[in-house]
């Protein structure tokens, strides 16, 4: 065993948190060697003189307005820890929000949806969406008056023989000419 | 006692506020003796034990197991004194004289001697101990304190330090060579 090794150990020696062999063994170097004796024995009256250290008493009147300063330094501390709580981020808080949003978002663009689509097929079953896309070169299936019309009236609402082609328009009868 | 203190823990943790006044009472003087050991002043050792208990009333949340509530107030009491000294590195603190100080308020060493020559030798002696001991750095200071003032086992100063073992024994060990070093006058008699 080293002279460093032992010196190392005198602490744990004196706290007896050794184990049996390696108190014996410490024991045995001390009784060998003087110089690790030396240092055991400073070692030994360095702690013994550290316990005797004793802090100043400052009076029992200190003590007991350290008591009530404590007491006042504390009294509002509950109030400001529910504040601060209700003014703290929260990240679970604010995932749960988003999810809220996100949900609220997505209802609404459906809504946004399923109202653009029915609009879309109630002007397509509309005359002027039929107009409208045809006058604009539209090449679907335009929705022609007599499909809509009563029987035996035109657009104008003039009456229509029953010799004429339905589908043909009597123009000398519109309105405005 | 111990069970005593655990209740009144639990009591506290229910938002007792008495309960709190007592604890306050009961560990006053440890934290204060501890505060003091560490900075070696009075306006120091009284803003720590101050402080100390603020803190507990704020944290005691934190506190999982109300048996370790002593560690728990060592701890802050600490770490605080320790920030305390960091702070005070560097910085001249104007130090009152000790005629101006309220009754003796200043370490002993707790032998009752009579002998004028004693005295004087257990006087220079503290001194020096404190000189040495003020050159440490922070935490091998209180590791020391907590250790060899105090007279905690190491398990209890690795939870008040948060460290492990093997890190008080480290801090220990240089701690008291460094004083064996500079002390060696005084211990070699």
Known sequence: MTYRHTTYLHGDYLDGVLNPDEMAQIDRHLKACEKCREDFERLRTLTATLRRIESPDPGDAYFDNLVDTISLRTEGIEDEQTAEQSLAFRPATARRTLKVLIKLAAVITLLFMAFYISDFNRKQQSPHWSENISGSGYAGTAIEPADYLPAGLNQAGSQISPDSNQNEIDNSTDIGQ | ?189
């Open chain 2, 1 to 189: 006692m111990t069970d005593d203190i655990t209740r009144l823990v639990s009591q506290f943790q229910q938002g007792d506020r008495q309960a709190f006044t007592q604890l306050v009472k009961v560990f006053r003087r440890k934290v204060y003796s501890l505060a003091f050991k560490i900075v070696l002043n009075h306006s120091d050792a009284d803003e720590v034990s101050q402080e100390t208990f603020v803190r507990i009333y704020r944290r005691i949340g934190q506190l999982k197991s109300p048996e370790y509530f002593e560690s728990f107030v060592y701890r802050i009491a600490t770490n605080y004194a320790i920030d305390l000294l960091r702070k005070r590195k560097g910085r001249t603190v104007a130090m009152p004289k000790e005629s101006e100080l309220p009754g003796s308020i200043q370490l002993t060493l707790s032998e009752k001697v009579t002998d004028p020559e004693k005295l004087l030798e257990n006087k220079q002696l503290l001194a020096a101990i404190v000189k040495a001991a003020e050159e440490l750095p922070p935490r091998q200071k209180a590791t020391l304190i907590l250790h060899d003032i105090e007279g905690l086992a190491k398990e209890e100063v690795a939870r008040i330090m948060n460290c492990p073992e093997a890190t008080v024994r480290s801090n220990l060990h240089i701690a008291r060579s460094k004083l064996k070093k500079k002390l060696g006058k005084y211990l070699a008699e």
